[in-house]
């Protein structure tokens, strides 16, 4: 296995450099580290399982039906709907730069990409498939078992699908945003209005939460800190409302959700757990009510917007 | 005893190896690379660890701009314990190990749950710091008066939160109750309670973040390491431990082998020792051998030989020191002429390439210089080569010997059996097996008695014993029994073999079938008694014609003793009744032949002379040959009588006994001779009976035989006693009158038979009468041979016959111009074919309602080149009779086919109606060629009709029935021509396939006056139609017959009226034209163009029917 650390070296220099590395500016926000060295035949074939409808029940849902690569890499609708229209109780967060995340799902209950990649497969809302299944379909195809003898021993298996999912979803990292740009020194890169932006997303506090590499999912935080937002939303209280509580079974972690990420935000609409916010203005409005316990004055909201907006960086498969 | 001790120490050593494997492995079980990798990790862990504490108090210290290095730090920790837990995972004894791990992970698990809290924590706290200095610095500017008084409260939070301590918190609280107790404007009211709900909020998140510093600082993850890592270590010492047990056990076992080894060596020393000195005696042994010995390596080079090997092969001398190859060897032996043999001596080829390796193998070599040696080619397991020869030079000498004793034995033409001294078969040999049918097998161990057929007494075969067990040799006979059961002599000689002392061991028995003798004697016997007894003299002469030897009946038939004749010439016998020729003859074939046999007349010894049937055979004798002979011969008087009984009846009549038809024919031979030499006139008269037959009819044979006989003395007294009359069966005879002066003495003795045959027979006791009819030819003038001369009076008579009976007529120049005329018409017909001078007419059928031609009957006509147009009356009979018929008939049937062919394609619905004669059947007319025709020219068999004679469906004959039923079969339709004019009754027509009546000629010409042929044509159409037949009138000349014929509703018809037959190029045109006109005028026939001959109208040619030179009547031809 002499291979092993040949990649864990080449995780730490791609992956762990960035973050340690020394910066023009120092700031609570670094940019998106270049994504990790990786066989191109994995990603290609972990792309192509990505947008595979066959590993859904009836052959209709692939993963990019509800992580719309060129929009967002979320799902536009506020719930997605699964195999046989069934819908979803959370909304599909972004799946770009999620291997930056300190976990995945909204309650955190997946501690890596791979272990995600189960979740939304054996969901019987989302695809509602099990993996025998998937792996049937999969060996019945001639192409995929070509491409999988070509990159593992052992062929077509669940831990190779998964890590050839998760491979792709590692690569896809938005590179080089303008806020980025401006953190490595290039003073043109941001607006003034951006630029002043930033000074009021810190000093309202929002960097509190909001920050590292990917401005977001790196920690939890208690939904409604500074307000009762699941009193004032005016529906009752889901199980989804509970947070990572389902995962812990810890009373102090009821409502607390994973910080998400704010580098595609102008793109990820509806916004929060419940997709409860529809527009941008509104989440910001929302969050400042509810997680700083104060109103953001009008006026403010578009600089914070043209900042959010210099937070979007590029990848092949996304929408400029 | 030695290979036992080597599989002992075998073991051993596998043992002890074994044991070395495990130890050295039990060794290796400290793994000092693993043991680091371990190390190293606990270390990464704990450095990573104490990095996560300083991030953590970094944090909770507001020290840290953002979180990233935790989810890195957490996830690196994560990994770290993975790869401990799996390393680990391969040692199943640790269990506490893997509890420590456990323990540790969960301590760290417990650690990471209470950093998320942090994190949230003074992310909220950071996010209040972040936001009360803009929240103060708005309310100063809003509310002046309440900035300033917050402004203190604001320092004293900060400092707190810089520096916290309970007291401080205490006062914050307290300063912010009192400052909230205060009263306000509203406006001020909300903004300082938003202050200060903040600054709670702060100090609330602070106290939690105490509670959960606190609680980060209990967490024994330090602990947990130091024992996980003490614990390891330990583990380590434990494993290094035994390692080092298992390096001294290493070094031991070790130590064992190498004395071990050095054992084996001295062992191997001794052993090599012993092995050389073994080596030597057996190069001793194999040197000293009588035997030469060779052995070839794997390789095929030469490893070791003898020196007798050498002396073997001198040849080889020179080379064999340069260890030669197998094959240098076999070349060598090749160049010498050695011949090699099996141990049977059946030659084999020699070797090429290698030497057959194989085991056993066994040959012989025979050197030029006359040694034998016995070869062995033996392969070792090892592929090994041993060469062995054995000099057998003197055994095989004396093998030779016996080997050609032996073949003698076994080849011998004589019986062979050896016995033992009890008389038990030892030996037989092939001839023996021959001879008895016994197979040697069969009969070895037995007694000879088996082959006894048991008519030799005790007595003798005691005597054969006593003889030969005294030594001395019985000679004699046995009379013995084949296996099959046959019974054969033999001539035996017994004779004891005595050993070299003397003593008896064996007898030898040798026979000699004597049966074939036997036989000849017995034969020789036989005919001793056959030459005795036979009836048939017998006389024998040697190489000088004299008389060896005669039998009895020799005696009994020339009257000579033996005694008379032994030592005489056979020519006292002769009778001198033969001339020289004769027996020059007779010797030329004794000489050619060998043999001779015919009759001769001999003299008896009394002096009579009688005929004898001789035969005589020469002897051939094995070196003499002809030169004896055996006459055969027997007294054929009587036969001779006998013969001449059977002559008289061969050239008799038996009835009349006047002579007969071969009797005359020689004597008709014999007298043109005489008449041609003396120029003499001779006569013959053929006469034949009248009403002869009618009385054998009527009166029975025995009276028609008493008349001929009458006739027979009648004819005979009117001729001279010089001439002959014969008879040449049936009311048929022959008179001969020899040497007559003229012509009209034949005439006066014809005259005076007629009167003679008139005078009234008696038959029976009735009056009978009959008359004669005579045909006189005469020689020279009619015929110079008999056959011409009998059949030109036979004509003769036909004429005389036919000119009314009782009557004689000459032969005439116009009859023989008849006969003549005929031949040579019969030459032309035979060419008419080759030079086509055949063609064929046709005249239409007409339908009396449509008027349309329906059909056409074919008709043949012959254009001779120098006759013109000859009827086809005159010919086809004449065709018939030479069979002429056959190729004609078919002739006309292609040729009609081809013709219809042509109109069918041209659209003419036309069936055609080809005549038949009966002779065409047996002359090869089959069904097959009939439908062969059909199917070459694509003609429907319906068109075909095929017309036939009343005599031929007469016919009871099965083969024509089924030749028409075949026929009709394949649809072809029959017509009976000229019907009525035959002995047909409509009657019989039911039992026959015919489609078509033709009403013949005869009948309609006189329609409708005769009354009679118009109720008889009525009749005929009447029953015709009531069985489904057609009905075709021919020769249809008038209106009124028409008309006649229309009202009887007859349908069909031909004749002169419609056309005559024509030449197949205006049948088109005809059937385009119909003859409606003719039907309803009545009117003139229509007039044919271009005929080959002059074409007159019936009207002016009434009897056209016997003018068919005219080529009318066409109708009523055959074809």
Redesign the interface.
Known sequence: MFWRPVFLSLLFLGGVHPVFGDFPRKEPISPIPAPPAEDPRKIALGKRLFQDPQLSQDGTISCERCHRLAEGGHDPRPFSKGVGGALGSVNAPTVYNSSLNLAQFWDGRASSLEEQIDGPLQNPVEMAMSWPEVLRRLRADATYQQAFRALYPDGITAANVRDAIAAFERSLLTWNAPFDRWLRGDKTALSPQALQGYELFQSYGCIACHQGANVGGNLYQEMGAMGDYFADRGTPITRSDLGRFNVTGRPEDRHFFKVPSLRLAVRTAPYFHDASAKTLEEAIRLMARYQLGREIPDAHIPPIIAFLQSLMGTHPLLRP | MNIHRFGLIQYALLIVTAVLILVFLQTRRLDLAQHTHRLDLLLQLQQTEAQLDRNTFQMTAFQL????????Y?RRI?DLLQQLAELEAGEAASSTLHQEIEAYRQALSDKF?LI??L??T???I??????LP??AQTLSETHPQLGQRIAPLLNALYRYNLLPSDLARQRLLQDMDALAASAYLPEEREALD?LL??MR?NLRLMERLDGLRARYATIPTDTHFAQLYRDYSKRHEAQSRIARYFNALLLIVALLLLVGLGLALRKIYQAQQALKKAHDQLHNAVENLSEAFALFGADGHLILHNRQYATFYPWLRTILSSRPHISDILECQAAQEITLWDLKNRPIPPFKGRLPCRKDRFYQEELPNGRWYLASDTCTPDRELICVRVDISESKHFELELRKLYRALEQSPATVIITDCEGNIEYVNPRFEETTGYKAAEVIGQNPRILKSGDKSPEEYKELWDTIKSGRTWRGQFHNRRKDGKIYWESASISPVRDESGKITHFIAVKEDITARKRAEDQLRMNATVFETTNEGIMVTDEKNRIVTVNPAFTRITGYEPEEVIGRKPSILSSGRHDRAFYQKMWESLKKRGAWSGEIWNRRKDGSVYPEWLSIAAIHGPDHPHQEYVAIFSDITRRKQDEAQIQRQANFDALTGLPNRSLFADRLAHSLRSARRENWLVALLFIDLDHFKSINDTLGHVVGDNLLQQVAKRLRSCVRESDTVARFGGDEFVVLLDDIKKASIAAKTAKKIIAALQVPFDLDGREGYIGASIGITLFPTDGQDGDTLLRNADMAMYRAKSAGRNNYQFFTDSMNQQMRDRAALEQDLRLALEREQLFLYYQPIVDFKTGRMTGVEVLLRWHHPTRGLISPNRFIPLAEEIGLIGPIGAWVLEHACTQAEHWQEAGLDLHINVNLSTRQLALGLTPTYIADLLRTHQFSPKHLVLEITESLVLDKNAASLSWIHTLKDLGIRFAVDDFGTGYSSLSYLKRFPVDILKIDRSFVQDLPEDRNDAALVKAILAMAHSFGLEVVAEGVETCEQLRFLQAIDCRKGQGYLFSPPLPPEQIPLLFEKGFETCLSAGMQTVQPQALPFIEEPPSTQPDCEHAPQSGGGGDQEHD
């Open positions: 701009v953002q979180y990233d290095p935790f989810v890195t957490i994560r749950t998320e809290r994190k949230s003074t992310a909220l950071r996010n209040q710091l972040h936001y803009a929240a938003h709900s903040h909020a």
